[in-house]
């Protein structure tokens, strides 16, 4: 029997995988925006370059898949999967209202690649500190049991 991966394993799985994939295969499952619109609007997108990636039109070839759905009136869902175990690594979703649905989703995507690329985590963007650099305020020394 294969032993089930736990929470920390997949997470840590997931970091490694987005921080090292450089192509990248769109597909959209939605008849208002193609796979192609989403490619352009990545391609011209400062980010794609600085992270180094490319495109690819053979999903066999991809590190990741970045996948498009319409879901409900104005509303669309991405995931971006690694086509080897499935797994998705990461998903959002996004209205059409107050712009283009490629763009918003070249956007996001980039935006969450050069995060994890550059490793930060949700504690680290907050304070830069870790926990052991935080000092208790001076009331929190005082014994009230007097």
Do not use: C
Not at 12 to 23: F, G, L, Q
Not at 89 to 105: D, H, R
Not at 115 to 126: D, F, I, L, T
């Amino acid at each position: 029997m294969t032993p089930t991966p736990n929470a920390s394993s997949v997470s840590a799985d997931s970091e490694a995988i987005v921080r090292s994939a450089k192509v990248i295969y769109v597909r959209s499952n939605s008849l208002l925006v193609g796979a192609s619109v989403v490619e352009d609007k990545l391609q011209k997108r400062s980010e794609f370059q600085q992270l180094g990636l490319s495109i690819t039109r053979d999903e066999s070839a991809a590190d990741l898949i970045l996948e498009l759905r319409h879901d409900l009136f104005t509303m669309y869902v991405f995931s971006v999967i690694e086509p080897r175990t499935q797994l998705v690594i990461m998903s959002g979703k996004l209205s059409s209202l107050g712009g283009t649905v490629a763009g918003k989703v070249a956007k996001r995507f980039l935006k969450r690649l050069l995060q994890a690329r550059q490793g930060q985590n949700s504690e680290q963007k907050r304070s830069g500190r870790s926990i052991a650099d935080f000092q208790l305020p001076i009331w929190a020394s005082i014994d009230f049991r007097h």
